[in-house]
């Protein structure tokens, strides 16, 4: 059974604060790991996709990938009240059937 | 560029009934996949169409099927409709099948009564 285990939370920081989310990952064939934002009674929205081991940046958010730990995390910069919602974390395998996490719940407060 | 369009995007029915789902993907891509969400389960894969054929499939019963069409529309089944089937079932269209990014519609929240 292939998992992609994600702490729930909620993850409450500060307004212009770093927000740093983790997921974790059972398949050591994973090759393609995805971060979506969910707001609550909307469809989960593609922030970033990262395929290879390092950083990716793109505007206030980094993916970090590090595939020997089976590790993906997804920072966010400055931040702000609309960044409050639930964050899923992706797995694509060599079957690139995706496995989901439950989500971390993340509240940004003023 | 339009998104993914799902329609509709409220049901209710009743058990025994069945269902069908649409789906239209992004202009250009060729892949869709159905998803189910629940408050329990998450958010689980159900099956992927690229070019007309299932590419993949997520651990469902038969009662769940699909198809796609030429223009890579695509639409979803459900028969014999449970209470536990009430969910909210998502599209998500990619460029092509593999290891690629996946855009969701805006989903079908079902209700069976």
């Known amino acids: 059974q292939k998992e992609v285990e994600q702490n729930s939370g909620p993850l409450s920081v500060p307004e212009g604060a770093i927000a740093s989310l983790n997921c974790t990952y059972s398949d050591r064939v994973s090759q393609s790991f995805f971060w979506y934002r969910q707001y609550s009674g909307k469809s989960p929205e593609l922030i970033m996709s990262?395929?290879?081991?390092g950083d990716k940046e793109d505007g206030r958010f980094t993916a970090q990938l590090n595939k020997a730990s089976q590790y993906v995390s997804l920072l966010i910069r400055d931040s702000q009240p609309s960044d409050s919602a639930t964050y899923l974390c992706?797995?694509?395998?060599?079957?690139?059937?995706?496995?989901f996490g439950r989500g971390t719940s993340l509240i940004v407060h003023p | 560029k339009a998104g993914v369009t799902q329609t509709p995007r409220y049901l209710i029915k009743t058990r025994g009934q069945q269902v069908t789902l649409s789906c239209s993907p992004i202009s250009g891509h060729r892949s869709v996949s159905w998803y189910q969400q629940t408050p329990g389960q998450g958010l689980q894969f159900l099956f992927e169409?690229?070019?007309?054929?299932?590419?993949n499939k997520g651990n469902f019963p038969g009662r769940f099927s699909g198809r796609q069409f030429s223009n890579s529309r695509s639409e979803m089944n459900v028969s014999t409709l449970e209470l536990g089937d009430s969910a909210l079932y998502l599209c998500?269209?990619?460029?092509?099948?593999?290891?690629?990014?996946?855009?969701f519609g805006q989903g079908t929240r079902l209700t069976v009564v």
């Open positions: 990262i395929y290879s081991n």
């Open positions: 169409y690229f070019s007309e054929t299932q590419r």
């Open positions: 998500a269209s990619s460029l092509n099948t593999g290891p690629t990014e996946a855009f």
């Open positions: 992706a797995v694509k395998g060599g079957s690139y059937i995706p496995t």
